[in-house]
Every structure is written in structure tokens, then in C-alpha cells.
Nanobody, 123 residues
Framework: QVQLVESGGGLVQAGGSLRLSCAAS????????MGWFRRAPGKEREFVGV????????YYEESVKGRFTISRDNAKNMVYLQMNSLKPEDTAVYYC????????????????WGQGTQVTVSS
């Protein structure tokens, strides 16, 4: 399993931007697909986006398309979530997750999880 640590969360006004980072502690990071999920207050954890191990395939949940961008730096064992045009409904705890193999979008397909970082968007 991979140890994952998210950072970069915080409080931002609607329309603002944040960049979340996720540091992975495994030397074979480059063979892991990495996903971002979020849990809003009172809701189930939901898929946000995923990037394949090499970075060539990226998928997003519909509501964040065009606003969020996932990227990774395999040399640094890092994955990022750039969030622009933030809305109050983006308020949630954001988690990064890893899995060996191809990119998937279901929570159950990921075996490693970070502790989460809080993102709060004020109106």
C-alpha cells in the first residue's frame, strides 16, 4: 500500500482557486493510478477525478469538468488537483487515493487513501 498525505486545503471565496497536493511514499508511484474524491457534509464520498499512472488518461466528474485539473509529477511522487472557479457546493473534505493498474472511478477500486484535507468555499 501507498501512504498518501494531502495538503493545500483551506478557506476560499467563491470564484477563487486552490491547489491540492498529495505526496506518496512509495518508490513505485509511477505505476499507480491516482484519484481524487470528496465528501461534502452529510453526503457520501464521491469521485472527483482520476489520472492514469503515466498521466495520459484523465477523467473528471461532470460537475468539475472545465474547472478542476489533475496532474502528476512521477519524479516527485506527487499528484495535484488544481481547482478554479470554486463554488460553495465544492465545500468538502478532499481525499487522494491510489490503485495499481488502470484508472478507475469507483471508490471501491482504490486501495490506498490519504487522511483528507478540508476545502471550504464561502459565498
Amino acid at each position: 500500500q501507498v501512504q498518501l498525505v494531502e495538503s493545500g486545503g483551506g478557506l476560499v471565496q467563491a470564484g477563487g482557486s486552490l491547489r491540492l497536493s498529495c505526496a506518496a511514499s512509495v518508490p513505485t508511484f509511477s505505476i499507480y493510478a491516482m484519484g481524487w474524491f470528496r465528501r461534502a457534509p452529510g453526503k457520501e464520498r464521491e469521485f472527483v477525478g482520476v489520472i492514469s499512472s503515466g498521466g495520459s488518461n484523465i477523467y473528471y466528474e461532470e460537475s468539475v469538468k472545465g474547472r478542476f485539473t489533475i496532474s502528476r509529477d512521477n519524479a516527485k511522487n506527487m499528484v495535484y488537483l488544481q481547482m478554479n472557479s470554486l463554488k460553495p457546493e465544492d465545500t468538502a473534505v478532499y481525499y487522494c487515493a491510489g490503485r495499481l493498474g488502470i484508472a478507475r472511478t469507483r471508490e471501491v477500486d482504490f486501495t490506498s487513501w490519504g487522511q483528507g484535507t478540508q476545502v471550504t468555499v464561502s459565498s
